[in-house]
């Protein structure tokens, strides 16, 4: 009888590709439910954008309904949109593999163990610091490849793979949900609604500490819980098991050649953020750096091209499933365009918040941009159809265009790694499944979502400006 009810209990979360299959079906049968509408798309003539008008929509006829074999085909589209992304991830997680086996990795390891003994917490923060500022920066995918090396860390640090996780991907929520130089959400809101690029760094600035304490508190006392007791641990059988590998994993001596491939990983890291940020780059120049760096590191460990070539090719298949993942998460933004229902959504939400006040509005805008992101994931792809309807409703309501940005930007920043659509990549570079995630992060993303409201209403209430 124990045995059965044990069994009973141990409910697991379907494989990423079925949450993702079902996320597609949902919106299959959402277009049957709720009525096709459209808005007129114009060209900003400041920004160039191409955003909607928010006195044109009306509700139209969907001359080409999602079929039977439309749901299937969505999958392949979903993998042509995902090309570049999916590339990318390919690219860079083979490069960076010709570091893993050189044992340069596991030699900086080593070194950062012997420097921290008995402060491990204190690497933890230091990486998890490096993670916000990649999200500061907007890296959103471009982060991904160093997702695993974050488990590796964790794992040498003496914890399990969820703190690893954690670490990589609560961080880059931090940063990117801040929103201090984020081109993606923030700079494309501000542009929409006639706001300075980043005007307005000081108070996000703020809302940056609050969040970044939030997260690391979360990750310190699930730290702190598994040391008491491995069995606490969300993956206690490999925990308690991992010992033995963890310490024949970081007893790599630094050499010369492994010392020079760290300074040119370093190096391109460097070269990626200065060019996300000033010289606009994007997946195609990231890419082609790792490509150059894979290049260097060939002569830097004198090894054979073809050899590193099969070196490559076992590093780049290790992304396969979060690359196709990316794909399917693609697919259901095939299907939302095909339905032509995401127009209505966001019509339905403009007449929700007609002759109400401002703070419940802002509640309003900030839930409504929290769920739409469960469909919608890119944040530039939300703002473009949310921000011009948002921008006239903040001068009737007496709401700052500033604020207005804030609540989106929070909206769209927290449940990037909440909602399944992102999170499933994210994490299936980790090796860390839905089920125990959600169970792992909720207390710290509801804290995240509190935070954040209240200090929406801090900053409408301050007059946060600049207009």
Known sequence: MNQNTNKKKSFQMPHVFIILLLIMLLIVILSYLIPSGSYERITDSSTGLSVIDPDSFQYIKNEDPIGFMDYFEAIYNGFVNGATIMGTLFICSGMIYLLEVSGAFGAAISLILKKTKGREFSVICIFYTIFVIFGVLGYGEAAYPFYPLAVTIGFALGYDRMVGTAQAVIGSTVGFTSGLMNTFTTGVAQQIVGLPLFSGIGFRALGLAVFYVIGLSGIYIYCRKIKKDPRNSFFSEEYMNQSKDTQTAVTEEMTLPRALG???????????????????????????????????????????????????????????????????????????????????????????????????????????????????????????????????????????????????????????????????????????????WIKFCWKIYLGFIVSAFVLVMIAHNIGYGPF
């Open 262 to 436: 760290i300074l040119v990983f370093l190096a391109v890291i460097v070269i990626q953020g200065y060019g996300c940020i000033r010289l606009h780059w994007s997946f195609p120049q990231i890419a082609a750096i790792y490509i150059i760096m894979g290049c260097v590191l060939t002569l830097i460990f004198r090894m054979k091209p073809s050899d590193a070539c099969q070196l490559f090719c076992k590093g780049a298949v290790r992304v396969f499933a979060a690359a196709f993942a990316v794909g399917m998460a693609q697919s259901v933004v095939v299907l939302m365009n095909q339905a032509c229902i995401m127009d209505t959504i966001v019509h339905g939400m403009s007449v929700l918040l007609e002759n109400k006040s401002a703070l419940l509005a802002l509640l309003i805008i900030f839930v409504f941009v929290t769920l739409f992101n469960f469909l919608v994931v890119s944040g530039s792809g939300k703002a473009v159809i949310i921000m011009p309807i948002l921008q006239p409703l903040g001068k009737i309501l007496g709401i700052n265009q500033q604020v207005l940005v804030l609540a989106y930007q929070y909206g769209d920043g927290i449940t990037n790694s909440f909602w399944p659509g992102s999170s499933l990549v994210q994490l299936s570079m980790c090796g860390v499944d839905y089920g125990s």
